[in-house]
């Protein structure tokens, strides 16, 4: 299975936002209703609640969709106006990278290094696997967004499905955290006895071409964990990059936005 970190693909904010500008109108008019309302826009029920988030939500939601996907579009929502008010920060982390940090606690204090962002993983490195759920496929991540609020809580949001065989992505919360808690999420073992290690992959062949799974929640936020501490004791690791002006053809289409590539070298 080919893996792909050679440049940041496009994300799942630009196929919700394909018009830079709708995404600041929708984060000016939220902080602004809020605001007249006295709402808490850090808290995504209180979010949801907003007019211009229902609208946006109906902009985006397919009439045979389910009724619970538009909590699934709100939350991409939130998470996508977070994003915006951080200024977009971007951040690939490339596979030997993400091998490290799979495979050891780099030490240090998990402190985000913005109040919200993207984290993109190596293109079908990581997999999400529906623990006990037969005939439920693994679905690749293609990454995680991540939502710091001023009451010290972390919201993050995992992203599958940027899939050339089907359109929009899928998303799947993941419960709030507190950031005071971030410190022991790096060490923590979360998978239980008898459930392998922790990003252990069922796939067949994972082996193999050494592909991670993620069955609990606890795993992305131990990545997560891992990835802030990293950034913040090697700042040397992340450099600054510009997206190619195209993609080879048979590659994925690349982000428009620039981004930061975390390695292990830097």
Same mark, same amino acid.
């Given at each position: ?6 440049? &940041? ?10 018009? @830079? ?27 949801? !609640?907003?007019? &211009? ?32 008010? &951080? ?30 962002? +993207?984290?993109?993983? @190596? ?14 496929? @693994?679905?690749?991540? #293609?990454?995680?967004?991540?939502? !710091? !609020? ?9 992203? !599958? ?45 994972? #082996? ?50 620039? +981004? ?7």
């Amino acid at each position: 299975m080919a893996l792909h970190d050679t440049y &940041a693909r496009r994300t799942p904010f630009e196929i919700a936002f394909p018009d @830079p500008s709708r995404a600041q109108t929708l984060a000016d008019q939220v902080f602004e209703e809020a605001q007249a309302r006295s709402v808490d826009p850090h808290h995504p029920q209180m979010f949801a !609640t907003l007019g &211009a988030v229902g609208g946006f939500v109906e902009e985006l939601r397919d009439p045979d969709a389910p009724p619970e996907a538009a909590h699934q579009y709100a939350a991409l929502a939130f998470h996508g106006v977070h994003f915006v008010r &951080a200024s977009r920060p971007l951040y690939l982390l490339d596979t030997e990278a993400l091998r490290h940090l799979v495979d050891q606690d780099p030490g240090g204090d998990p402190d985000p290094p913005s109040g919200a962002g +993207y984290l993109q993983l @190596p293109q079908h490195l990581v997999w999400i696997e529906a623990e006990g759920a037969e005939g439920d496929a @693994p679905e690749s991540l #293609d990454g995680v967004f991540w939502t !710091t !609020t001023p009451a010290g809580m972390l919201h993050a949001l995992l992203v !599958t499905g940027l899939r050339p065989d089907r359109p929009g992505v899928g998303v799947i919360p993941v419960p709030e955290a507190p950031l005071s808690d971030a410190p022991t999420w790096g060490t923590t073992n979360v998978r239980t006895d008898g459930e392998g290690e922790d990003f252990d992959s069922s796939i067949p062949g994972a #082996d193999l071409d050494r592909l991670y799974g993620i069955r609990a929640a606890g795993e992305p936020l131990k990545l997560l964990a891992r990835f802030f501490a990293y950034v913040a004791v090697t700042p040397e690791a992340g450099g600054a990059e510009q997206p190619p002006e195209e993609a080879e053809p048979g590659e994925p289409l690349p982000s428009a936005l620039p +981004y930061t590539r975390i390695s292990v070298n830097g």
